[in-house]
T-cell receptor
């Protein structure tokens, strides 16, 4: 089955700096990659996703890039703010099942 | 609430108890899921229902028993659990099996 690895497990940045979280996957047939944000004590929420027919997608301060050849995709957050502090999960759709990364705990230091 | 509602939010149960978790979605989605979230681990898929039919059972112990009476409701019946079953149990729904999820707030389960 699919294997999704996520790095780093923890990340601290100064407010205003950029944050990058990277995930790799093993199944070359995976074709949909969502990212979820989970604030402390709250539910995971879908923040951005990308399908395999595009290489980049952007939504305001958040962007996701996909490299199908290398089988990795990354979440980029620019101009970070304290409210960006949360755990971020990547996922890859393989067949009809999503496989999740282990999460990255992002702390934005004011 | 965003459209996926889970009850109860917290549950403490003994190993000999029987309890049920409930999930309800108001989004008109066709697929519903149970996930287990434990510290330092990826989300673990437990059960998948698509149009009320179970499509996945990821080797989950029989002490967890799902029920999906209709496309809007999903239950997880718990019986004779172990302390290692303590975790956050998340329900999710999606329009179909290939779409991103809307998660519920989860049930924080503690088995004593």
């Amino acid at each position: 089955g699919e294997n999704v690895e996520q790095h780093p497990s923890t990340l601290s940045v100064q407010e205003g700096d950029s944050a990058v979280i990277k995930c790799t996957y093993s199944d070359s047939a995976s074709n949909y990659f969502p990212w979820y944000k989970q604030e402390l004590g709250k539910r995971p929420q879908l923040i951005i996703d990308i399908r395999s027919n595009v290489g980049e997608k952007k939504d305001q301060r958040i962007a996701v890039t996909l490299n199908k050849t290398a089988k990795h995709f990354s979440l980029h957050i620019t101009e970070t703010q304290p409210e960006d502090s949360a755990v971020y999960f990547c996922a890859a759709l393989s067949g009809n099942q999503f496989y999740f990364g282990t999460g990255t705990s992002l702390t934005v230091i004011p | 609430e965003t459209g996926v509602t889970q009850t109860p939010r917290h549950l403490v149960m003994g190993m000999t108890n029987k309890k049920s978790l409930k999930c309800e979605q108001h989004l008109g989605h066709n697929a519903m899921y149970w996930y287990k979230q434990s510290a330092k681990k990826p989300l673990e898929l437990m059960f998948v229902y698509n149009f009320k039919e179970q499509t996945e059972n990821n080797s989950v112990p029989s002490r967890f028993s799902p029920e999906c009476p209709n496309s809007s409701h999903l239950f997880l019946h718990l019986h004779t659990l172990q302390p290692e079953d303590s975790a956050l149990y998340l329900c999710a729904s999606s329009q179909d099996l290939f779409d991103g999820y809307t998660f519920g707030s989860g049930t924080r389960l503690t088995v004593v």
